[in-house]
């Protein structure tokens, strides 16, 4: 090689040397500025591997329970334990060790053999799984015993044990009162449901989140980093509710039963305890698709209809606080029908009452005479009569808790909605609109002696023993009227249930005061008329313990339609059951003297259902809401005809009951 051709292998050689330097230098730059990028930004990027691999998890508190009146469980949340294993945190010392006590305890405490979970044990350690599912859904003691098994109770560091802990919600009574008690949920989008009192008491009951880290593993699943919780969650307080399961109950069946009997859309019951205004019980039932009844939507408080004749007792109570009146005075009924602006009222009975006073007009429910007696005290001075209406709380929100509650209307002088004869159609109930408890509230403060009561749902929470808030009556108005015209009133209605209209419900047993409603809805297209039927009223009639409201929605009107014949017989057996089967009444005040006709029913009551449980008993003479009782309590499905007491069984007394269903009951 000449010496011009080494220089210019020198020069090549030198300028690869340069090239590889200045690729050294720039892949030492470009570390050097990643290193120092990683200097100044290292919490991002460990942050950033942290979300990917380390995130937060939300524990739920488990919510407190929700009781009845006597401490019975409405609603409560209970625990699930899921049990996973780690087969790569043993070591290979104790995974051989305990492995087969392991296994045998497994097979011991569930369905599969020992020898199923050893090969799935040494299938996760061999493929390093880090959350093979061992069992789900465990109690609290099936969950403390897999703990104590070999292996398992080196925790999870050394044994590999994963517990992951999950709440459900759990509903004692199921569908009875299942609107009334409520829910709290969540959807997928994140919208919240509050229904009922688990809704409206939810900041109570819910208790306070927790939080726990967990790592990501293979597949998205995520395993806890710790055994203890980075943030505890605070348990929800429990909360002490008015509902008394057994007058709960006894409203559900006694609705169904008639909603059933005249193929009703939907209806309601509400029973409430006059002194403290305290809801003893809402039933909310409504036909579904497939024609059955169920607890769909809050027509109680959330329903706001016409009340029809409920509202004569309203008219009556402003006529004698407003015009200084009482129940002597008289009205024409004019035949049955009476004229205002070409618009036309007409009573039920169709020849009229005559010159009738407002007691008789009450008992017989006279449209014509109600309406009359309100124009010709308020017609001039409209106002008069909608400011006391407006006074009794009537025209206002009862300002429930619970979300939903519906909104009242009375039409008033001069405003929007007021008419010729707005007054008069105000004075028979049409042209105004309340939801039932809101005519309840009204009916329960008649009986209360004019003082109006806030009705009340929740009694107290507290947290374990202790007491954090208490729910004490709240009164709307102390005085819708004064006691006197309280007292008249009740007297009204009492005579309304022996005399009036509601005298098919009449027991001397017992005594209950009311008034039926029988109200036209979708009016104006007469194709689609159908009717409200309704009753409310308070027992017993002389000292009332309870106030009730019943409204059912379009009955069958080829069956029947009218309030004391829908409606009436439901507030019946709701009153019947309470007085005679519980002695709820007799018990509070004079336990030492009852009701001897009272004792009597509930003693051959208890000695009938004490005695028979395979073969029919005799039940003829009973009562029918008792005989029903029995009968239902021995398996049997009743059917009934007529009305009073049984006078005749499909099954005779005496009889073995053996594999039959079903049972006819013939009243008087």
Not at 374 to 383: G, Y
Not at 431 to 451: C, H, K, R, W
């Amino acid at each position: 090689m000449n010496k011009e051709a080494q220089v210019q292998k020198d020069k090549m050689m030198n300028l690869r040397t340069i090239l590889v330097a200045i690729g050294i230098t720039i892949f030492a730059l470009a570390i050097l500025y990643k290193l120092v990028n990683l200097y100044f930004n290292g919490k991002k990027y460990a942050d950033l591997i942290a979300q990917n691999t380390i995130k937060e998890f939300i524990i739920e508190p488990s919510r407190g329970n929700l009781y009845s009146d006597d401490g019975s469980l409405l609603a409560t949340s209970v625990t699930r334990y899921d049990i996973h294993f780690d087969a790569v945190a043993p070591s290979k010392n104790n995974f051989d060790k305990y492995l087969n006590p392991l296994c045998d305890s497994l097979s011991h405490a569930f369905s599969h053999s020992a020898s199923y979970y050893k090969e799935a044990f040494k299938n996760a350690r061999r493929l390093k799984n880090k959350y093979l599912l061992i069992a789900k859904g465990l109690g609290y003691d099936q969950c403390r015993r897999i703990k104590n098994f070999p292996l398992f109770n080196k925790g999870a560091y050394k044994g590999g044990l994963i517990v992951e802990a999950r709440t459900s919600r759990e509903y004692p009574l199921g569908a009875i009162a299942h609107r009334i008690v409520g829910y709290d949920r969540k959807d997928d989008q994140g919208n919240v449901f509050r229904v009922g009192l688990e809704g409206a008491f939810s900041k109570y009951l819910a208790g306070i989140e927790g939080r726990h880290l967990k790592q990501k593993i293979a597949q998205g699943q995520w395993k806890p980093i710790e055994d203890s919780d980075e943030i505890e969650p605070k348990d929800g307080y429990d909360v002490i509710s008015t509902i008394n399961i057994n007058i709960q109950d006894i409203a559900h069946h006694a609705l169904l039963a008639q909603l059933e009997k005249y193929q009703a859309d939907h209806g309601c019951a509400i029973v409430m305890e006059v002194a403290t205004g305290e809801i003893k019980a809402i039933s909310n039932l409504g036909r579904n698709q497939q024609g059955k009844y169920a607890e769909r939507f809050n027509y109680a408080l959330g329903e706001i209809y016409e009340p029809g004749s409920l509202f004569k007792t309203m008219s009556l109570v402003t006529a004698m606080e407003e015009a200084h009146i009482d129940t002597t005075y008289t009205v024409d009924t004019q035949k049955g029908v009476i004229s205002f602006y070409g618009k036309e009222v007409w009573d039920s009975n169709r020849r009229g009452y005559g010159v009738i006073n407002l007691s008789k007009a009450m008992q017989v429910s006279s449209n014509t005479a109600i309406v009359q007696m309100v124009h010709d005290l308020f017609a001039k001075d409209p106002k008069k009569f909608v400011g006391r209406l407006n006074k009794m709380h009537l025209n206002r929100k009862l300002g429930l808790p619970i979300v939903g509650e519906g909104t009242p209307y009375l039409p008033q002088p001069n405003q929007k909605g007021w008419s010729g004869i707005a007054l008069e159609w105000m004075a028979f109930g049409y042209g105004v609109e309340m939801t039932p408890l809101q005519v309840l509230t009204f009916y329960n403060a008649i009986a209360n002696d004019g003082v109006m009561l806030k009705p009340r749902m929740i009694r107290e929470v507290k947290q374990w023993n202790k007491s954090v808030e208490k729910f004490d009556l709240e009164v709307l108005n102390s005085s819708v009227c004064s006691p006197q015209t309280a007292s008249v009133v009740k007297k009204v209605l009492e005579n309304t249930v022996k005399y009036g209209t509601g005298k098919s419900l009449y027991s001397e047993h017992f005594s209950m005061a009311g008034k039926t409603g029988t109200a036209q809805k979708d009016y104006s297209d007469k194709s689609k008329l159908a009717y409200v039927s309704s009753f409310a009223g308070f027992f017993p009639a002389e000292n009332p313990k309870y106030s009730c409201i019943v409204v059912i929605h379009n009955p069958d009107k080829s069956i029947g339609y009218y309030g004391a014949d829908v409606s009436g017989p439901v507030f019946k057996s709701i009153a019947q059951k309470i007085y005679t089967s519980s002695l709820l009444i007799d018990t509070i005040d004079d336990i030492e003297h009852p009701s001897p006709q009272v004792e009597k029913s509930y003693q051959r009551y208890n000695q009938i259902m004490e005695k028979y449980k395979t073969i029919a008993p005799n039940v003829v003479g009973m009562d029918a809401m008792d005989a029903i009782a029995i009968m239902e309590n021995l398996g049997l499905n009743v059917t009934i005809t007529g009305r009073g007491k049984v006078k005749g069984q499909s099954i005779p007394a005496g009889e073995r009951i053996g594999g039959r269903k079903s049972i006819h009951l013939t009243l008087l």
